[in-house]
């Protein structure tokens, strides 16, 4: 267990829909990063947040949105769902949000569109 | 110049036997290059690690390698047992304004046969 929490495990939604992921980092962690898994792109890189502010940027669609609180749990928000967003997304955390750092994942939520 | 490739997508070897996988980047500027272990059904985990100014890191039976001229970096396993078989993930930190943001190889299944 890395400490690191997700919700949903799983969801299954509709074409069009919208969803929210919710991201817990391990404690004393100011920085928390999304990823999209899935079988043909591997691991890409969403969004990294550090003490609720945006730091860096990856392939994140225009459709996808996210923000980190102050009580730094972060959610990622998926809207106007196509059936190619189901995937398997991960949140890590680490400390201070440095490149070097280890990132520890949290155990995903699965996301079926159909 | 964020791009990694990764090979062999997969690899099977008998249990004892060594197993290598590769990686190649473009950024001539990266200095961060850590491997990523992911068994079925769980979360990635960070393995090794290997910064720039090393040309060689081990642990136990993993080691990495990193030739900077040539722009490769490698994982090595040696004794393989049936529980290292999982997908493995290499990556490296991009430069620049991507200096927090980590570009993983699209993952090599490895198998380890008893």
Known sequence: ?114 | GENVEQHPSTLSVQEGDSAVIKCTYSDSASNYFPWYKQELGKRPQLIIDIRSNVGEKKDQRIAVTLNKTAKHFSLHITETQPEDSAVYFCAHLGSGGSNYKLTFGKGTLLTVNP
């Open chain 1, 1 to 114: 267990d890395s400490g690191v929490t997700q919700t949903p495990k799983h969801l299954i939604t509709a074409t069009g829909q919208r969803v929210t992921l919710r991201c817990s980092p391990r404690s004393g962690d100011l920085s928390v990063y999304w990823y999209q898994q899935s079988l043909d792109q591997g691991l890409q890189f969403l969004i990294q947040y550090y003490n609720g502010e945006e730091r860096a940027k990856g392939n994140i669609l225009e459709r996808f949105s996210a923000q980190q609180f102050p009580d730094l749990h972060s959610e990622l928000n998926l809207s106007s769902l196509e059936l190619g967003d189901s995937a398997l997304y991960f949140c890590a955390s680490s400390p201070q949000g440095t490149g070097t750092e280890t990132q520890y994942f949290g155990p995903g939520t699965r996301l079926l569109v159909l």
